[in-house]
């Protein structure tokens, strides 16, 4: 297992790198957009920003089950709750049966800005009660 943010290269083309926002304006965080599939890492802002299948998606840092860090599984291409095992594929959508978690990722509002991505940390939708704001939290790129 890696921890989320590790730069690692597969053949899966699912790459995990550290980032940080180009700009911040409150609790707003701008991001460029990833050229590839892969997932990046804001240590500071405790967002995932993921590429994947043509969406992009910021997600919280934590597990929804008990707030712990996910990390990134490189051998099933899937976050991982180290606490309780919950797994989730890389659009934050959970693993059934994989762990104590209830719900898929949070997600934070996303919009496109300008070139980039901006992210509403003070919108962090959860899909149990949020649904279609956690839905519709994504940016789609084609």
């Known amino acids: 297992m890696i921890a989320v943010g590790v730069s690692k290269s597969t053949a899966f083309a699912m790459p995990l790198d550290f980032t940080s926002a180009t700009r911040a304006n409150g609790n707003r965080r701008t991001y460029a957009i990833p050229a590839a599939d892969g997932a990046q890492v804001d240590k500071e802002s405790e967002v995932i920003l993921v590429r994947w299948q043509d969406g992009l998606y910021a997600f919280s840092l934590s597990c929804p089950h008990q707030n712990t860090a996910l990390k990134w599984n490189d051998g099933d291409h899937r976050f991982q709750c180290p606490k309780h095992h919950s797994e989730f594929t890389p659009d934050g959508t959970y693993v059934p049966d994989s762990g104590r978690a ?16 901006s992210v509403d940390l003070d919108k962090l939708y959860e ?6 704001q956690w839905a519709a939290a994504v940016v789609k790129l084609k």
């Open 102 to 117: 209830t719900r898929n990722m949070d997600r934070f509002a996303i919009t496109r800005d300008g070139t980039g991505v």
């Open 127 to 132: 899909q149990d009660t949020d649904g279609p």
